[in-house]
């Protein structure tokens, strides 16, 4: 028992002094940071899209589905009642999920702006706007309804009106909007630096003043990208976003496989083992894949072509951290039943946090974190998870996530939400039951450590009440 003590202390000690560091400064990084910002802005935006996709893909098929109860007959009601109004349905969507990216663009810009004591305003406009030029160039169209027969060529153009192009202001323009986000504000910081920025006197107020100091790096930006737009449009006759998708798709088909899944979850886990918040700091380079891939889905669904992308958000929130950080909301059963007052008292209160995936109580109230005994079931359990629930996914029997819901509803309700497939909810009861094998040996070795240390307690109490008698 010694023996493992000391390689436990040994492996403590390493995580607190060579990986606890690197954490920290990866976790208050400044780009990070922003970008970490940028992709918790657009939560809210996904999930009032994900409310319009909900209610415009109800779960049945009309063609295998008969009419033979109050249930059904609703539910072939609702199929109905959305094809008739899809258009007015997804119009929420259509001004949220289907421009995410113009608003990652934008808040990117106002966090690495404020992180910089630069107006963050000016730079979340400054940001937005050249990302607009370089994934969106206005054309000219003319609406299919308006041509009549007989026109000419030249009756055809007079009708026309400037639009923006949308195709690459979604998850496929993702990408591009942390790029653009970052490297506009580092010209502006640049800039401001070289005082090469228009300063208003003493007295002007400083609304206007912000507004003449961020002109010459907005003009430098706008000159600066969209030249190298241009380049790239004569060059290789693409966009930028387009061109950047293309040479990042190797790298997000990397982070949809199993293995990247088992990896990442078990980094994210060996960083909460030294107290440090895994999810979070992880989260800055896997929420932009997984962001991408659940709107990417979405836009598929849509489309009517089969879902490609099986590590999203959802995945992530559901089926992998099933109860919180370390899938404990198996071990939380276990303690209620606990002989041990301390375990069955933690028990008690993670219980309702932890239905809603929220799973602090337990990390630092059994603890979690640096427990030797816990150790391998905290790190790993989270990894099986996602490694079973990727391949089920990924060959079909559970449907593909493609609407977003906010992380705390319930998994099983969660799962089944995110993908409209009701066998979501039973993979996820699955897994936590099967979590709860794995955590059980674990936790009776610590229950039976508690249950002595209880005992050791109460005999000290005892003898103390006796010697002051």
């Known amino acids: 028992m010694s023996s493992k003590v000391s390689f436990y202390e040994k492996f403590s000690l390493f995580l607190e002094e060579k990986l606890m560091p690197i954490a920290s400064k990866i976790a208050n990084q400044r780009h990070l940071k922003a970008v970490r910002d940028g992709m918790i802005s657009i939560v809210p935006l996904t999930i009032v899209g994900g409310l319009s996709l909900i209610l415009a893909f109800p779960p049945i098929d009309p063609e295998r589905t008969q009419g033979t109860n109050f249930f059904l007959k609703a539910m072939l009601g609702w199929h109905k009642w959305a094809q008739n109004n899809f258009s007015e349905i997804m119009m929420p969507f259509n001004?949220?999920?289907?421009?995410?990216?113009?608003?990652?663009?934008?808040?990117?810009?106002?966090?690495?702006?404020?992180?910089?004591?630069?107006?963050?305003?000016?730079?979340?406009?400054?940001?937005?706007?050249?990302?607009?030029?370089?994934?969106?160039?206005?054309?000219?169209?003319?609406?299919?309804?308006?041509?009549?027969?007989?026109?000419?060529?030249?009756?055809?153009?007079?009708?026309?009106?400037?639009?923006?192009?949308?195709?690459?202001?979604?998850?496929?323009?993702?990408?591009?909007?942390?790029?653009?986000?970052?490297?506009?504000?580092e010209v502006m910081r640049f800039l401001k630096e070289k005082n090469f920025t228009i300063k208003m006197p003493d007295g002007v107020p400083p609304a206007v003043a912000s507004s003449f100091e961020a002109l010459v790096p907005l003009i430098v930006n706008v000159i600066l990208f969209y030249a190298i737009s241009l380049i790239f449009q004569k060059s290789f006759h693409m966009i930028i976003p387009e061109a950047i998708m293309k040479a990042l798709t190797p790298a997000m088909n990397a982070v949809d496989s199993a293995l990247a899944v088992f990896l990442i979850s078990c980094l994210s886990q060996l960083l909460w083992f030294v107290g440090l918040h895994g999810a979070a700091i992880t989260g800055a380079i896997r929420d932009p894949f997984v962001n991408a891939n659940l709107m990417l889905n979405a836009n598929e669904k849509l489309a009517g072509t089969p879902m490609t992308h099986v590590f999203t958000g959802p995945f992530w929130s559901y089926f992998i951290v099933i109860g919180g950080s370390g899938a404990t909301l198996a071990l939380v059963f276990l303690m209620l039943k606990s002989r041990s007052s301390h375990l069955k008292s933690v028990g008690k209160v993670a219980l309702l946090p932890a239905l809603f995936n929220i799973n602090e109580p337990i990390i630092f109230g059994a603890p979690m974190v640096l427990n030797p005994i816990f150790a391998i079931p905290f790190i790993f359990i989270q990894g099986i998870n996602g490694v079973l629930a990727y391949y089920v996914v990924k060959l079909g029997i559970v449907g593909k996530a493609f609407i977003n819901t906010p992380w705390t509803t319930p998994a099983p309700?969660?799962?089944?939400?995110?993908?409209?497939?009701?066998?979501?909810?039973?993979?996820?009861?699955?897994?936590?039951?099967?979590?709860?094998?794995?955590?059980?040996?674990?936790?009776?070795?610590?229950?039976?450590?508690?249950?002595?240390?209880?005992?050791a307690s109460q005999e000290t109490a005892i003898d103390n009440s006796t010697k002051s008698m």
């Open 413 to 455: 309700i969660g799962a089944f939400l995110s993908t409209m497939d009701w066998k979501a909810l039973v993979l996820v009861i699955a897994l936590a039951v099967l979590d709860g094998f794995l955590f059980y040996p674990f936790y009776r070795v610590y229950e039976k450590a508690m249950i002595k240390q209880q005992e």
């Open 95 to 185: 001004m949220t999920m289907a421009i995410m990216s113009l608003f990652v663009a934008i808040a990117i810009g106002y966090s690495l702006s404020k992180s910089y004591n630069i107006n963050p305003l000016s730079g979340a406009i400054l940001s937005g706007t050249t990302f607009l030029l370089v994934s969106a160039p206005a054309q000219n169209s003319v609406a299919l309804s308006k041509i009549k027969e007989g026109m000419d060529l030249k009756a055809i153009q007079a009708l026309g009106e400037g639009v923006l192009p949308s195709s690459y202001l979604d998850a496929k323009g993702l990408f591009t909007a942390i790029i653009i986000g970052l490297l506009s504000i």
